[in-house]
């Protein structure tokens, strides 16, 4: 894993921390609006929804009581 160098303003690729590769969650380091793009792993996704800094926000779809991975670890389910 490498160190992404943070610049203002946020960008697709760093707007979202990733925590381990095989995490389906990102965590918001800026508030997120619906329609902006993100990409941390390659596959550009569209925000629906606000976002709090700060907040987990999906990198891809997960299914309603799918299991949501973050820190590498099962943290729970979607709803």
């Known amino acids: ?3 992404v160098e ?11 921390i990733l925590l381990h590769p095989d995490d389906n969650v990102g965590i918001a380091r800026t508030p997120l609006q619906p329609g902006q ?14 976002v709090p800094m700060g907040h987990k926000v999906a990198l891809r779809h997960i ?17």
């Not at 943070?6 to 979202?16: E, F, G, Y």
Request: hydrophobic letters at 40%; charged letters at 20%; aromatic letters at 6%.
């Open 1 to 3: 894993m490498s160190l």
């Open 6 to 16: 943070i610049t203002l303003p946020a960008t697709a690729q760093n707007a979202v």
């Open 37 to 50: 793009i993100i990409d941390v792993t390659g596959e550009p996704v569209t925000v629906l929804e606000l």
């Open 63 to 79: 299914y309603e009581y799918g299991r949501v991975n973050r820190y590498g670890q099962d943290i729970g389910e979607a709803t």
